[in-house]
Each structure stands twice: as structure tokens, then as C-alpha cells.
């Protein structure tokens, strides 16, 4: 007999809300059994769940998410499935990498402005005397 979870079960091993299993099971990402109005997961929602949060780390839409595990589900070449994945990663890392610059760029403006109200400051009070409040 395999191994089955309730909902709370997969809710407190992966530290989301009962709400969020519910979602991705709405997504179509979790299929479980039913028990009278009781959710049965499978070992199988229990690894889907848990890649599904990792994807969901690495910045994957849901969507995203679901397009993998489709062809996971009705492709069993392995190969295909790695080369999809990786060109997804790819992907993501371009757009993190364009973020990150983005970023770069707007510190880079914030420092120029507070230098610049900085001296202002300083200009105001006078040849760097600093006001006592």
C-alpha cells in the first residue's frame, strides 16, 4: 500500500496554507483521491507539490509549471523533458540577469541623488555646520 497525505499533512511538511493546495489543485498541478469531502494525496501529489513549490522558488509561473508537468505526463522521453526544462531555465536566468542589471542601475541613481541632497543639505546649513535639532 502507498503511502497517502491529507491535506494538513502536505500543508505543514511544505509550510504553506491548506488554501495554496487547494489553488494548485484547482491549477490542475494536484489531482487527489476523494474520501467522502476529505482530499486523499497520492505520493505522487506529494512530489508534485513539492517541485511545484521549487519552481514557484526559481521564479516559474504556474503555468510554467503545469506546461512541465504535462510533459512530464504524456512524454516519457527523458532527453525531451531535460531539454524543455533547461530552455526554461535559460529563460529565467536571462531575465534575472536583465533585473539584476536594472537593478545596478537604479541604485546607482539613488546614491547620485542623496549625494546630491547630501550637499544640498550642506550647502543650507552653511560650510558643513551641522544644525543641532
Request: charged share 35%; net charge neutral; hydrophobic share 35%.
Amino acid at each position: 500500500m502507498s503511502a497517502t497525505y491529507s491535506i494538513s499533512d502536505l500543508a505543514h511538511e511544505f509550510s504553506v496554507t491548506t488554501r495554496t493546495i487547494r489553488y494548485y489543485e484547482d491549477q490542475g498541478l494536484l489531482s487527489p483521491a476523494r474520501e467522502g469531502v476529505n482530499r486523499v494525496f497520492s505520493n505522487r501529489d506529494r512530489v508534485r507539490l513539492k517541485l511545484a513549490l521549487r519552481g514557484k522558488r526559481l521564479g516559474f509561473s504556474l503555468r510554467e509549471i503545469r506546461e512541465l508537468f504535462e510533459l512530464y505526463d504524456v512524454s516519457r522521453d527523458e532527453e525531451r523533458q531535460l531539454e524543455v526544462f533547461l530552455a526554461k531555465l535559460e529563460r529565467r536566468r536571462a531575465i534575472l540577469e536583465q533585473q539584476r542589471e536594472d537593478i545596478e542601475v537604479m541604485l546607482q541613481e539613488i546614491t547620485f541623488f542623496a549625494n546630491q541632497c547630501r550637499r544640498l543639505l550642506k550647502d543650507e546649513r552653511g560650510d558643513g555646520a551641522e544644525k543641532v535639532a
